[in-house]
């Protein structure tokens, strides 16, 4: 890069401190990692203009003769290639550059390797397209430093991951090659609005291969165990720097384990989710994960008094043991007490801390619970009734007590 070469130059000849060349630096790099209209209108308009020629192709693709097939296929591919070509010896430090071009030569492969397998007739599937499509990206990311590359790659490794069937070993393989220059974006920049974007889209795609992992009855608690992994990331201080946070990983994770939650409280999936047997690579898998997250929950909080431990970063641990018992009666009655749990934390919390979010967040939960209890037929309609009432009372009540500490508190 010129600029790191003039810098160099200027620290050498002591014109300038080394800690001047470093503002420098991360003033321009700063001003690189912004996302402008700029760069949007160029990464738009790559994508579009990929996706044009490549229906005008296939308008016209049977009107053509082979060798004219043959180059229009090839030609997408080495305009992509002159124009990474050409970015990364005059336009590097030029993000819209970068990005736009590496976009048109990730769809360039594509193109190239559908329209050849056509032209031939070479007989293939879904699953080898998308992986070649996928192993000749990977380094283009890197090459390009191309961050919209990055999420183009993802979604092509999750839909083939999805194709298959079963979880490919080349899956985890392509998900950690992406894993360094997400790191790197990290070191680079903690504050870079991509990394929230990578984090978005990494958590779409582990999670919808979770049913691939393993079968059946063992895919309750192996989700158990992820969506716990999940809520301990998004508390992790390498989450805490970052723009956003952790916050879809904290979304992702208390999603999923509510749903959980629910559906072992007020449906017989519980008699699917029981596993506790032994004998079963998957069963092995779950307890390892299992055994990771819990390790990983230990090293985390163990400077922390267990009061101020967030009940749902450990809910995961009774819920794990819950899955152990048979009986679908006691997995009910278990869930639902943990549901009771969580919302009463959040209110008390939410009061506390003079927090509206926290403390309406408890109880639109203690409502959820009410509204789906109402549907139960063994409930006697006047004790449905007095849930009814006693959360409607509950809103207004908590609300008015969180008001009134506030105005005291501005007062003094």
Known sequence: MKLEKE???????????????????????????????KLLLSVL????????IILLLAHNWDMLAKPVKILFAFTPLIIGQCLCGYSLLKKEND???????????????????????????????????????????????????????????????SYYAQKTGQLPLFYLAFLAGIIPYYYRLYTEDVQNRFLPVFNLFMLISFTATI???????????FSVTVFALYILLSQTSFMEKQRLKGVFFFLFGNGGMFIILFLLAFTNVGNEAYFWFFGSVNTAIVLMLFSAALVFFILLYRKTPV????????????????????????HNWYAKALIFIVALELIIKGLRGHIFSRLNGGLVLLLLFATILFFDTRITFVVRGSLFIAVGAGFFIANAVLLKKRGKNEEN
């Open 95 to 157: 993000r819209s550059w970068t990005e736009s071009s590496g976009i048109f030569l990730s769809l360039g492969f594509a193109a190239c390797i559908a329209l050849i397998s056509q032209i031939y007739h070479i007989k293939g599937s879904m699953e080898s397209f998308l992986f070649l499509w996928a192993a000749m990206s990977l380094p283009l990311i890197y090459i390009m430093r191309s961050s919209v590359s990055g999420l183009i790659y993802l979604a092509v490794i």
């Open 211 to 221: 049913g691939l992992w393993v079968e059946g009855h063992l895919q309750i608690p």
């Open 7 to 37: 810098l160099d130059m200027l620290v050498a000849e002591t014109v300038i401190t080394e800690e001047t060349a470093g503002k420098i630096r991360a003033y321009y790099h700063g001003k690189q990692q912004r996302i402008t209209p």
């Open 45 to 52: 308009g790559s994508l579009l203009l990929g996706v044009g």
């Open 307 to 330: 009061y101020r431990i967030p009940f749902m970063s450990a809910v995961f641990i009774p819920l794990f043991v819950l899955l152990m018992e048979p009986n679908i009666n006691i």
